[in-house]
């Protein structure tokens, strides 16, 4: 039978042997497991929120009726995020 990884998300996770020695302390082996929980530069972030406010500008004209002008105001806000994450290279941010 092939040799199977543990139930960790790495392989060696289960057994703590991920990132640090083995004659490591358990404080070693706590802290060579610990992730970032927020991946991303802030300046990306900032591009995440813009192109929020646009769907969010351009879903709240489309409620009471079609409100176009509203729309497409959110489409260009929207639109602008998209720039600022292609200019600030956004993608290479995923892990």
Do not use: C, N
Not at 2 to 22: F, I, K, N
């Amino acid at each position: 039978m092939t040799e199977q990884s543990g139930s960790g998300t790495l392989a060696g996770a289960a057994d703590g042997t991920v990132g640090a020695s083995p004659d490591a302390s358990p404080v070693e082996h706590a802290a060579a497991l610990v992730h970032e929980s927020f991946h991303g530069r802030p300046v990306s972030w900032v591009a995440v929120a813009v192109i929020f406010i646009g769907f969010v500008v351009g879903g709240a004209a489309l409620v009471p009726g079609p409100t176009w002008w509203l729309f497409w105001t959110g489409v260009g806000i929207a639109l602008v995020g998209v720039g600022i994450g292609a200019s600030t290279k956004m993608i290479d941010d995923w892990y």
